[in-house]
């Protein structure tokens, strides 16, 4: 059975959703501490929703020097599944494993919302078992969310089809509307919206779990 | 020699401040009308040991860039004073 292993840092608040999300379809999730210096026994690694370590400083920033960071960057140069999720993926560009930046939403809101998301690409880690111009119901819950980048880096996102999942109608100036992205070995993947929190038609949706089953069989 | 930095982070121009613009939006409410272009920041203070002030200026560049901003968003400067009694 293939194992992900779930990064929980102090202020994390996802991980127990995500993990139930993961089990739900038939894998299996591991709680890992921030601490741990290793990921033995783990196939794939997502980095939950939440504060880490308060926001302090930045979102992701403290997060980032936290020991369990070096071997999931270790790990990603060798190509396993990275997901991060949210608080998940301010922590991956924080870290270098995905380009660009989180800032303060356009409307200078926090927004907790469902939203209309389009995937764009399927060739990632936690797109590939969707279909292009796929229409997603899944919330966001954020502050910090607008994503940002320089033009150029732009460029590259279009011109390597990095850009994975979009807003219909977006919501918090995302330049290209841009939900999620990948790295361009397409196994790094960061978003925004929460697809734990639409595994169940119970929550209002179970769009996310076509994302968790194209992560469960990136494995 | 020891230092006493005082770094200032802004956002950069156009990225959205909403503390900033929150303060704007109070000011006049106070009474104060003739004020604009509210930004906020970060300023982070402390001291440094290094052979001059262009080696702690470097070091701490090295820490703006790598940790204390994300060049992405958010510029750094960096203001350097003899720490006191320094040279004693």
Known sequence: ?219 | MKFHAVIDVQLHPGIADPQGSTIERALPTLGFDAMSNVRSGKSFHLDIEADDEVAARATLTEVCESFLTNPVIEAASIELTPAEGAGS
């Open chain 1, 1 to 219: 059975m293939s194992t992900v292993g779930v990064v929980r840092f102090p202020g994390t608040n996802c991980e127990f959703d995500t993990v139930e999300a993961i089990e739900r379809l038939g894998g299996r999730g591991r709680i890992i501490w921030h601490e741990d210096t290793h990921l033995d026994g783990i196939d794939a690694v997502v980095i939950a929703g939440g504060f880490a370590h308060g926001d302090y400083l930045r979102p992701g920033a403290i997060a980032r020097f936290s020991p369990i960071m070096s071997a999931v960057i270790s790990a990603a140069g060798e190509g396993m599944p990275v997901v991060g999720i949210c608080n998940g993926f301010q922590v991956l560009t924080e870290a270098g494993l995905l380009p660009g930046a989180l800032q303060k939403n356009r409307g200078l809101t926090f927004i907790n919302d469902w939203q209309n998301l389009r995937v764009s690409s399927t060739n990632s880690v936690f797109t590939s078992a969707a279909e292009v111009d796929r229409k997603l119901r899944i919330p966001i819950n954020h502050f910090e969310g607008n994503f940002t980048c320089d033009d150029s880096t732009l460029d590259d996102l279009v011109a390597n089809d990095q850009i994975v999942l979009t807003y219909v109608d977006n919501p918090n100036g995302s330049v290209g509307d841009i939900a999620g992205i990948c790295n361009r070995e397409r196994n790094v993947v960061g978003l925004m919206p929460h697809p734990e929190r639409a595994s169940d038609a119970m929550l209002g949706s179970n769009d996310g779990n076509i994302l968790m089953e194209s992560l469960l069989a990136s494995i």
